[in-house]
């Protein structure tokens, strides 16, 4: 396996059935008490320069679950502020610590910190991939469903980092893949064509909302306006209207159909209040699946 998690497509379908299975079972073991202290002695730094709840506190629980230390850092805080270099900031941190967890802007910069660090670089979300969330979206329906295979599963709303790593997703594990966002808000063509081509299952992109939910039996939601698109917020509100997962739209899916929504969501924008609170939501289980995939990763990555 690669040594940094940058995005999905960097790995095998093996390599990646292998982190949701420990995930799946760490979690099992978690719930019977279960303790693995087996990255005692180990140091994370954690880089962001983003809000987070959700991958802040998940790997810092999951760190310290498994026995190991975690020291958290904004570049705000650190002299990448001032003009320190990437690449002197991961060969620097990279002597103190066992592996960086890194939230920023441009895929750049997790892709130079890796370049230049000796420990693990783990990209906790970019403008271009959320890698770490999709495999716990990816556990969350492998525990509802039994298997990604077989499904349909749907993208519904923007192209945005989520929905890129859904797509590299798909064409690694080897599933089909059905999104609909409106036009030019699809996501980044190139990880589109290269998925498309990488994969032999469809990677189907839509701008029919119903089109792509009929049927359905996963189906992804999430916010309109990514972190860093503030300013576009009351613009999104109007193009994306129709997307909004409400119950109706879900009506046009399986019965048992689940909903998946990563968080933070905006209630009565992408995603009705009903919905999110309702019974096909597994929003609370598949935020609660994070700490459960980091440890998986960090066991992996942190040697
Ligand atoms: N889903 C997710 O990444 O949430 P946070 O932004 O709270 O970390
Ligand atoms: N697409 C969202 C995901 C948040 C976890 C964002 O980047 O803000």
Request: glycine share 6%; hydrophobic share 40%.
């Amino acid at each position: 396996m690669t040594n940094h998690l940058i995005a999905l497509k960097d790995f095998s379908k093996p390599q990646l059935v292998s982190l949701v299975d420990r995930a799946l079972a760490l979690k099992e073991d978690a719930l019977e008490g279960n303790r693995h202290l087996n990255l005692a002695g180990r140091t994370i730094s954690m880089l962001f320069d983003k809000p987070s709840t959700r991958t802040r506190v998940s790997f810092e629980a999951a760190m310290y679950g498994l026995g190991g230390q975690v020291i958290h850092m904004t570049s705000k805080e650190s002299q990448l502020t001032r003009g320190e270099p990437l690449k002197d900031t991961a060969r620097v941190l990279a002597r103190y610590v066992d592996a960086i967890v890194v939230r920023t802007f441009g895929q750049y910069v997790v892709e130079e910190l890796a370049r230049y660090s000796t420990v693990p670089v783990i990209n906790a979300l970019t403008d271009l991939y959320h890698p770490c969330q999709v495999l716990s979206d990816i556990m969350t329906v492998v525990e509802n469903k039994g298997s990604v295979e077989g499904l349909k599963i749907v993208w519904l709303g923007d192209g945005n980092n989520m929905a890129n790593s859904w797509i590299e997703a798909a064409s690694v594990f080897g599933f089909p893949l059905t999104l609909a966002c409106p036009e030019g808000y699809g996501p980044d063509a190139d990880v589109l064509k290269q998925s498309q081509d990488r994969s032999d299952k469809p990677i189907v992109l839509l701008h029919d909302p119903a089109e792509a939910v009929r049927d359905a039996d996963v189906i992804n939601v999430d916010v309109w306006a990514s972190m860093g698109q503030e300013d576009e917020q009351d613009k999104r509100l109007d193009i994306f209207k129709s997307y909004q997962l409400n119950a109706g739209l879900l009506g046009l899916a399986k019965s048992d159909a689940i909903v998946l929504h990563c968080l933070p969501a905006h209630r009565d924008e992408e995603i009705t209040d009903e919905v999110l609170e309702g019974e096909q939501s597994v929003a609370f289980d598949q935020a609660e699946n994070k700490m459960h995939i980091h440890k998986a990763i960090l066991e992996h990555f942190v040697r």
